[in-house]
Structures are given as C-alpha cells and as structure tokens.
C-alpha cells in the first residue's frame, strides 16, 4: 500500500510539472507572438506616417494610368461611419484617383449620398456624368454609390433581356451565353458601369461582401483592415504596389 501510495503522489506530482512546463512555454509562445505583431503594428504606423509626411520619395508620384477604376467595400457596421468614408474620398481626390465606387451589402452609403457629396467638392454621382457630359476638370472625381441589390437586380434583368433575345418560344435547347453577351445586356440595361481594377475591404471579413461578381472578373482585392483605423500611408501604399503590378490578363 506504501508503494502504491508513493507511486500515485509521483505520477501526480510528475503530471502537475508537466502541465506547469506545458502552460509556461504558452505564455512564452503568446509573449513572443503578441511582441511580433506589436513590432509589426509599430513599423506599419511607422511607415504610413513616413508615406504620409512625404518622406519616401517613391510614393510621391503614382502613375494612375492603370487604376481607372477603384471601388470601396465598407462593412455594414463600418457604414455608418460616414465622417470617415468621406475622409478616404477626400483622400483618394488628393492622391488623383478619378472614379470611386462605394459599395456596402445594405445601401447604407446610397442612402447617405447627399451628405457625403455635400463634403466633397469636387465629386459628382457617376451615373449623372455618364448620362449627361463626362467631366473635363482633372480635378473632379466620380463616385457610384452600390450595393448588393444593386448586382442582384441588374443580373436578373440582364438573364431576362438575354432570355428574350436568343432563346424563342418553344426552343428549348442549352444556350450558353459568352461573357460579352452577358456585357452587352448589363449595358442595354443602364447597368454598365465599369468594371473596378482595384477593389479595397474596409471592415473584419476578408472578402468582397457581395460585391457584384459579374464586375470583379479581374479586379486585385486587398483586405484594408477595420474603417476606423485607416490610415492614409496605408491607402497610398496599396495604391501604389497595385500601379507597380503587370497586368496579363490571361494574354
């Protein structure tokens, strides 16, 4: 019985160490990951405020010759944010960037467009310059303000049209319609807004929320991080690695 007694105080003992062994190497491993991604935070606001404050001379000419088109995904909590989402227009009119689309999953940001426009100068709904004289002043800056009903509803009435177009009553055969058809219906239908070249999330979820996906067939999507901390250095940046990139496109 002594014997079993002493043999159970050891394996007790010797498990006790183990799990204190165990839980001290995760507050280690925890300790050195939280300093990496500190040091990791630092040097990202370290370089954004350089990027900001001028100080890097290669990002204080961008070529936007192939960012023709940018589109904003806001998170729906982040939407209503709009102080902020008109801070980042105003910082993409000052960088040079000429067409913006905004876009959250509910139409928040559609909803709030007159406020938003009211803030911004030199800004002008998008669909209005289409339908009437496209801008002249280099200074001016388009924006479409879109959300997921928008996507939605232009698709179906685009299969509607392509439906009425090639496919007669009481055929019935597979139609396979080609991307270009698929263009030229969203087009015929007033829904042929460009498509973006780069697209920015702003908001917790690494993905597009819903974005119209007929529109991001060859879009870069880069997640941004959470809208209230935004930072300018960071936008230019993304910017700027996207104007750096070849672009292919299958060729």
Not at 79 to 84: D, E, G, L, R
Not at 166 to 178: E, M, V
Not at 203 to 224: D, K, L, Q
């Amino acid at each position: 019985m002594d014997l079993g007694g002493e043999m159970l105080k050891g394996f007790c003992w010797t498990t006790q160490v183990g799990y204190l062994l165990v839980l001290l190497l995760w507050y280690i491993l925890h300790f050195i990951v939280s300093i990496w991604y500190l040091a990791l935070s630092t040097a990202q606001v370290l370089e954004s405020y350089l990027i900001s404050s001028g100080l890097l001379k290669r990002y204080k000419a961008i070529n936007f010759d192939t960012l023709k088109y940018l589109a904003i995904v806001v998170d729906n909590e982040e939407a209503h944010q709009i102080s902020k989402v008109t801070e980042l227009l105003q910082w993409l009119a000052s960088a040079g960037v000429k067409n913006v689309c905004l876009y959250d999953t509910e139409g928040l940001l559609k909803s709030s467009r007159k406020v938003i426009l009211e803030k911004l100068s030199a800004a002008r709904v998008h669909a209005e310059v289409i339908a009437d004289v496209p801008l002249r002043n280099p200074k001016h800056m388009t924006v479409e303000f879109a959300s997921y009903s928008d996507g939605k509803e232009a698709v179906a009435k685009a299969a509607n049209l392509l439906f009425a177009k090639y496919i007669s009553d009481g055929d019935q055969k597979d139609q396979i319609f080609t991307e270009s058809q698929l263009t030229e219906a969203l087009k015929a239908i007033g829904c042929g807004s460009p498509d973006p070249d780069l697209l920015l999330v702003y908001g917790p979820a690494r993905c597009h929320m819903g974005f119209s996906a007929c529109r991001i067939r060859y879009t870069e999507i880069v997640h941004m991080g959470p809208l209230k901390s935004m930072k300018h250095g960071s936008l230019i940046k993304a910017i700027r690695k996207f104007t750096m990139v070849r672009q292919n496109y299958g060729k």
